[in-house]
């Protein structure tokens, strides 16, 4: 990569992450005096032309092909929009790595997950990714328990409810599977195996097919977690081979800075985003501990959404653990608001990802 010097926006377009961005006015007119999306269809506007079509068929077309207008045609100007581009944040208040005795505000009980899931929507979160723990506070994939916590978000809160997939390095494929019977809005969806630390996160292509064809026939809206950029080509292949999800909208998350998988740092989350197949409307970010800050970042200004949570992170500054879920995700929406991007509601998530209506 060579970024050094060289604004984003005057390079390549990046995926941009949400429909609204396609309007943007403001500064990033000003940078270079040309929206970020001039090229981007109106009428259209959560397409997103391939990226390895950017740069091609255009030196090659012009003056060779006489029927080509000599001037393209300009789309009329679409309508400014009432209210501005926003920002979906998720929050991941829990994962199945981190034990309760070494990060108290950490929510392992039920009663504790709805309040932070209250606490995160108030701030500003729109989808909530959910990993539950048993009565010992160790992660566990029990069915009942999954479809307790789907039903008490539900009554207590109104995020997106995305169960993880993932559970612990240890879940067994059947039980990864099962989780869907507690029929959350969304599930992640792992593209790969990865190394996880000491441990191996493992997903083979098959699994990764039966969770996917699974998660269409229920009628729920996968994440795709891509740690990896060997990730994002098994994302297109998935796409190519099986097609799109439930809902049509194809919306993943750059799980960065895990021991093992992609770094978080700017070059590899540009590379990551310029290399997302074609199908995807809309991406998130995260990064692992001391990434978090520069991914989020990264993310907001290329376009992308968000997600923290004490699943990735527990230092909110250097020497400062973080005091709650809710405190991280305060932090992501005034960065969003700084970017002028503002967070998004949770009914907004569910346009975005078209997630099952309710019965
Ligand atoms: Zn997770």
């Not at 269809?41 to 006489?66: E, F, I, K, N, Q």
Request: glycine share 8%; hydrophobic share 40%; net charge negative.
């Amino acid at each position: 990569m060579h970024l050094r010097g060289e604004p984003l926006g005057r390079r390549r377009r990046v995926v941009v992450g949400h429909a609204d961005e396609d309007y943007q006015a403001g500064p990033v007119d000003a940078a270079d005096g040309r929206p970020v999306d001039a090229d981007a269809r109106p009428a259209d506007p959560l397409h997103h032309r391939p990226h390895d079509a950017h740069g091609t068929g255009r030196s090659s077309g012009r003056g060779t092909m006489p029927t080509m207008p000599t001037m393209p045609t300009r789309p009329a100007s679409p309508p400014r929009p009432a209210s501005p581009p926003r920002t979906l944040i998720t929050v991941a208040p829990t994962g199945a790595e981190t034990a309760k005795a070494a990060a108290p505000p950490l929510p392992v009980t039920l009663d504790e997950l709805v309040e932070a899931a209250q606490a995160c929507e108030k701030a500003g979160a729109a989808m909530i990714h959910v990993h539950i723990r048993d009565a010992k506070a160790q992660p566990t994939l029990d069915l009942r328990r999954l479809r307790d916590t789907v039903q008490a978000l539900r009554e207590g809160a109104g995020l997106v409810i995305q169960l993880s997939t993932g559970g612990a390095v240890t879940d067994s494929y059947e039980d990864r599977l099962r989780v869907l019977d507690a029929a959350p809005d969304s599930c992640s969806l792992t593209m790969g195996t990865v190394n996880f630390g000491d441990d191996v996160f493992l997903n083979q292509w098959p699994f990764v097919v039966e969770l996917y064809e699974l998660a269409k026939e229920r009628e729920v809206v996968p994440e795709f977690e891509l740690f990896d950029l060997g990730h994002v080509e098994a994302l297109r292949r998935l796409l190519d081979e099986h097609g799109l999800p439930f809902g049509g909208r194809v919306h993943c998350d750059l799980v960065m800075g895990v021991p093992g998988g992609m770094p978080g740092t700017i070059e590899t989350l540009v590379a990551a985003v310029q290399a997302l197949p074609p199908q995807v409307t809309s991406w998130s970010a995260t990064g692992v501990g001391r990434t978090s800050l520069p991914v989020a970042l990264a993310a907001l200004a290329a376009g992308g959404h968000l997600r923290v949570g004490m699943e990735d992170t527990l230092t909110f500054a250097r020497g400062q653990p973080v005091r709650d879920n809710a405190q991280l995700v305060e932090r992501a929406a005034q960065l969003a608001v700084l970017a002028q991007r503002p967070p998004m509601s949770a009914d907004d998530a569910r346009s975005l990802l078209n997630t099952r209506k309710a019965a």
